[in-house]
């Protein structure tokens, strides 16, 4: 506890402050425009922190996410566009709040209840993260295998509609991850005599491509006129001027405490499931909230409780997805996925490792999740009107600087002009990738948890002599395939059943 | 992404692709070590199972291409014919651009001139004014030229 105190002195009286408040305005501008994701966010930012102090590069990077996401409810609201995937839910009841006058009142619910979200989330990242860690400080290379495995399996399962597609990208991840120097034995491979190769395709170079320039290029694709701004043909003055009332009433607030208590709940539990966002998670919630609702009927019409847990559960994952992060080095979601190359960018590797040689700067990432989520509950009172402006921002301009920092930023992370080469060529996949409907997560986080897969593998072999039986026979690792398994046939075993049904009905 | 006769798509070329590379990884993971008689794999062994299991799920992403026959590059809802031709262009023009501005930046070892002649190719690509795209590559090359030399101390030499 006195050193969780401590990082909060610390941050509020040092330059921790400002970095923090650098990132959240960053993050106000990129969630509430369409298009640019937090995702996108952090991958560019990431190579661009560098040069700061990880504390300093972890305020700036974490100011971004929570932020970004909250912002983009803005633009769910005011233009029935989600400014980000996560605010996919809030379109359901927050532009109802529009056409029916209280824009004031929908932008503070979406700011309220996502700083809620965000601050019990952090909480439980508080409490729970060393506890977690303890335990996780007992995985072998077995356990951390299966665990790889288990990340994996569950980011191809929710990553799409179709379970070949993912388990394609996640399996090219995989065959990418291996150019380099083997991790048990050194010797080169798959580096065709390139010494850029052979610490393998950065990671954070291939994801600043994928969701940079890959980004760029697939809005490029489906554009639908020239020098369009980002607010389309919505009317952005309008909103401006005439906001209404701002505060719920004590009814509104009475009607939905209990849809929020248990949206947050569920929105932590999804977060730390590796793979699963705060899209997933504010559908869920959303979803719950109309189940439990005595007005079943206002959902999806602009209902308050809709709105509010809409908005709550896409930052109430942050906090669970750093757990898992931070715990036990698999990203609960992607913007983890990158956190956790930044992290190795600062030379820590995320996992339970992390508590024991660095704890004071965990505390300081935990006090920087709560003193992010106070300035956006300061800020996104204050800047309602200006989210309005943003949109006015002609697409062109962001796509020019988009890729003008993606070339910057992987350049500068080795100096290499053959890192840019890769971004650009990550980019183009990225944007193929998406046109033809296969998921970019599980290529990501195949490139990431690969090595890992792969060194643990060997390892537990090489303890058991070859014995494979040292999977089976041990708890932790025997759960953890299992639900890696389960997470893959469930779709397909469900959608066989709903047809069988269909066929029985018909 | 529409519907129309059965033909190779998208899915069947990236499918195809993956059986290929999946092909070309394994001769190349068969000529690592195997394995060594302690029973720990070898450098070779986890590509070698990667590449047969792509190649696997390659066969099957041809086989829902032809099955599915959705046109995945076909002109999106809502974006008139005359857009989409020009998207398409701009979109082959990017991609030259971002070559033509490794190999300037390479070749002039100056990052100033590549990225002013990047952003103001870009911008006229993708219809911006002409003097606004040169106020914005101006502004862009030397802004980001003069931040990251400057205040980061990152030198932007290409060798």
């Given amino acids: 506890m006195q050193m969780l105190f401590g990082a909060f002195a610390e941050i509020l009286t040092t330059n921790l402050f400002f970095y923090s408040l650098l990132g959240v305005v960053a993050g106000i501008v990129v969630g509430a425009l369409p298009g640019l994701s937090a995702t996108m966010a952090v991958a560019i930012l990431t190579p661009l922190t560098f040069w700061l102090e990880p504390a300093q590069g972890m305020a700036v990077l974490l100011g971004v996410y929570n932020s970004a996401i909250w912002a983009g409810g803005i633009t769910a609201i005011l233009i029935n566009t989600p400014g980000t995937p996560a605010s996919i839910a809030q379109t359901f009841d927050g532009y109802h709040f529009v056409k029916n006058g209280k824009i004031g009142l929908a932008l503070s619910v979406n700011t309220i209840y996502s700083v809620v979200g965000g601050l019990f989330g952090s909480l439980v990242l508080t409490i729970a993260a060393f506890p977690v860690a303890r335990f996780a400080l007992r995985f072998g290379p077995p356990e951390m295998f299966a665990l790889a ?229 300061v800020l996104g009172m204050l800047t309602a009107r200006a989210s309005a402006v943003i949109l006015k921002l002609k697409q062109e301009y962001v796509w020019l600087a988009v890729i003008g920092f993606c070339i910057l930023g992987s350049f500068a992370i080795n100096n290499s002009v053959f890192d840019v080469i890769v971004m650009f060529i990550a980019g183009l996949v990225g944007f193929i990738f998406k046109k033809a409907d296969i998921p970019l997560g599980p290529f990501i986080l195949a490139l990431l948890l690969g090595p890992i897969a792969e060194s643990n593998y060997r390892r537990s072999l090489a303890l058991s002599q070859g014995d494979m039986s040292i999977f089976f026979t041990r708890p932790i690792t025997v759960v953890l395939l299992v639900l890696a398994i389960l997470s893959l046939v469930w779709q397909p075993v469900r959608d066989l059943m709903k047809r069988r049904r269909e066929a029985k009905a018909a | 992404m529409t519907e129309r006769k059965f033909s190779l798509n998208a899915l069947s070329i990236i499918g195809f692709l993956g059986i290929l590379l999946g092909i070309w990884w394994a001769s190349m993971a068969s000529k690592l070590p195997g394995g060594s008689m302690d029973g720990t794999p070898g450098a070779g062994s986890f590509p070698m199972a990667v590449s047969i299991a792509l190649i696997i799920l390659g066969a099957i992403m041809v086989y829902n291409g032809f099955k599915e026959q959705v046109a995945y590059f076909a002109r999106p809802e809502g974006v008139s014919v005359e857009m989409a031709k020009e998207n398409v262009l701009a979109i082959l023009l990017t991609v030259a651009a971002c070559a033509l501005f490794v190999l300037l930046w390479y070749w002039t070892n100056n990052y100033v001139i590549a990225n002013f002649v990047l952003m103001l190719a870009l911008a006229l690509v993708y219809r911006v004014h002409v003097v606004k795209s040169l106020v914005f590559a101006i502004a862009f090359s030397l802004g980001s030229y003069y931040f990251f030399s400057k205040v980061l101390q990152v030198l932007l030499y290409a060798r």
């Fill in chain 1, 149 to 377: 495995l288990f990340g994996l399996t569950m980011m191809i399962s929710v990553s799409g509609t179709k379970l070949i597609n993912g388990l394609f990208a996640g399996f090219l991840g995989l065959l990418i991850s291996t150019i380099g120097l083997d991790p048990m034995h050194g010797m080169p491979r798959f580096t065709f005599g390139n010494v850029n190769l052979l610490s393998g395709i950065p990671f954070v170079v291939a994801l600043v491509g994928m969701f940079g320039v890959g980004e760029v290029l697939y809005q490029l694709s489906e554009r639908r006129a020239r020098n369009r701004s980002f607010a389309g043909d919505a009317d952005t003055s309008g909103i401006i001027k005439n906001l209404g009332r701002w505060l719920p009433t004590r009814e509104e607030l009475r009607e939905s405490n209990l849809a929020v208590f248990l949206s947050c709940v569920i929105s932590t539990i999804i977060g730390a499931i590796p793979g699963a966002g705060g899209d997933i998670a504010s559908i869920v919630c959303w979803q719950q909230a109309k189940q439990m609702s005595k007005k079943p009927e206002e959902f999806g019409k602009g209902s308050y409780t809709g709105l509010a847990v809409a908005s709550l559960a896409n930052n109430g994952v942050i906090g669970g997805a750093m757990t898992t992060m931070m715990t036990l080095g698999i990203p609960g979601d992607g913007v983890t996925a990158i956190l956790i190359g930044s992290l190795m960018m600062y030379g820590m590797q995320p996992g339970p490792r992390l508590f024991v040689e660095q704890a004071p700067f965990v505390y300081r990432i935990m006090a920087l999740m709560f003193v992010g989520y106070l300035m956006i509950l």
